[in-house]
């Protein structure tokens, strides 16, 4: 009987074939549309280490890669794409590191492959889709689609309050326990939250953000209509609301106040900023809804969870301290990658230990499985984008100040609640404004020298 998972395999296998047919633009396109749609889809190889090989972000990643072998290497051997190479390599060293310090990893070549292809490799996937402007109009133009789809289906979960489309997903047997009855996990909580095509409803949000910004970022490039510009802010805006994650909404303000002062000039973003404050103020003072997402955004910084669920700030100390407690005598490497889903129990979603919880920071888990070196490893890989990016704004403003918000994005976001789901499509979206950044500095160096040539 057919039913939903094998529609899925259906549209997976085909969207492989995809890879290998269809041009370098749309796999890119692919890729994005992916990230927000069928990121959670898992097809059931089984057990083992064919399992991780299972995933729909491991999929089509390793597709592109195998179908543009030949101009990955290319591309890595070029020194003027130095900071690629760079990023690549730390993120190499941090991917060893990891395999040494575990001792249940095994020979890791199952790791390195995803770890390096799915993750270090995804800013080069732009620089090997990109070649000219109309391509980069094709890429923005399918992840619309995207963004219709993932939005629709969040207005479904908004109005039937189950996500039908999530239980689809996973009909699959792979997927792992605690992912169980997902589509309905938030029907009856406290505070009722919207998740869209994700399992979860922070990754809802952070996709939202995320797209956002880079519709916005393509608005102000002249990649994107402003009736697209208009359709994507209210698709997105939807979803930072109502998936009902005090995360996400603090994300979105500081993010967004930060990219619209840093990007303009000062008429500019003082426009914005005004513009934005009106909205907020006649928002919650004359719609109610909106006036309970600021009371909600507040109760983040109580020192207790009394009267909201959720985090709070005697949680999250209680949560350091019991970190501390796990790595004492193993500071520098902590207790091994997978430490905490396999050991503790999280992937089963039967805790060991309950004050844990959901180690609610990237920095805490990122601390209990790799210590204090693997800690600066992962901090050092942000950092490292972001000095990169603060650098090149000089020549390419509004590119390098997007690319700092993004990885702002994912570093803020990482350390109120998790990194989660947020790297993949983080990554892949960063490679875009590198490869702006790179080719416009050089545009604008080029000037600089035939200017110099003229004056002599």
Request: with cysteine; glycine share 8%.
């Amino acid at each position: 009987m057919f039913d939903m998972h094998s529609f899925f395999v259906i549209i997976l296998l085909l969207l492989c074939i995809a890879m290998f047919l269809v041009s370098r633009p749309t796999k890119m396109g692919i890729l994005l549309v992916a990230g927000i749609c069928i990121y959670e889809y898992h097809l059931n190889l089984g057990s083992g280490a064919m399992k991780d090989f299972g995933k729909c972000i491991t999929i089509l990643p390793l597709c592109f890669f195998v179908s543009e072998f030949n101009s990955f290497i290319h591309l890595i051997k070029k020194r003027s794409y130095s900071i690629l190479n760079i990023f690549l390599l730390v993120g190499s060293l941090y991917v060893f590191y990891n395999i040494l310090i575990s001792p249940n990893m095994g020979t890791g070549i199952k790791y390195i492959l995803i770890s390096i292809v799915c993750r270090y490799l995804l800013p080069f996937f732009a620089f090997i889709s990109i070649r000219k402007k109309m391509d980069v109009y094709k890429i923005y133009r399918i992840t619309f689609c995207g963004v219709i789809l993932m939005t629709f289906f969040g207005i479904i979960n908004f109005i039937s309050k189950h996500s039908v489309y999530v239980d689809w997903l996973l009909e699959s047997e792979s997927v792992l326990d605690y992912l169980s009855g997902a589509g309905s996990r938030f029907e009856y909580q406290e505070r009722f939250r919207v998740h869209g095509t994700f399992s979860n409803p922070f990754d809802y949000g952070y996709a939202c953000i995320s797209i956002l910004l880079f519709y916005w970022y393509g608005y102000v490039n002249k990649n994107v209509t402003y009736y697209q510009m208009i359709i994507v802010a209210g698709c997105t805006i939807f979803g930072i609301v109502s998936c009902n994650c005090r995360t996400v909404l603090l994300c979105s303000i500081i993010i967004l106040l930060f990219f619209a002062i840093f990007s303009f000039k000062s008429s500019q973003y003082l426009k914005y900023i005004f513009a934005l404050f009106c909205c907020l103020f006649v928002g919650v003072n004359f719609v109610p809804y909106l006036s309970e997402k600021m009371f909600l955004l507040t109760t983040m910084f109580d020192t207790d969870s009394q009267g909201v669920s959720g985090s709070s700030i005697n949680l999250r100390m209680i949560q350091i301290t019991s970190v501390f407690r796990y790595i004492d005598g193993k500071e520098l490497t902590g207790c091994g990658l997978g430490y905490f889903s396999r050991n503790l129990g999280f992937a089963k979603g039967t805790m060991v230990d309950n004050s844990l919880g959901g180690l609610e920071g990237s920095y805490l888990q990122t601390l209990l499985e790799t210590g204090i070196i693997g800690t600066i490893f992962y901090f050092g890989i942000i950092g490292l984008m972001l000095a990169w990016a603060w650098k090149k704004r000089k020549c390419q403003r509004v590119s390098s100040v997007f690319l700092f918000s993004l990885f702002s994005l994912f570093l803020l976001y990482g350390l109120l609640t998790g990194e989660l789901r947020s790297a993949y499509i983080t990554f892949l979206l960063s490679g875009i404004a590198i490869y702006d950044i790179l080719i416009g500095c050089n545009r604008e160096r080029l000037k600089l020298e035939r200017y110099k040539k003229e004056q002599e």
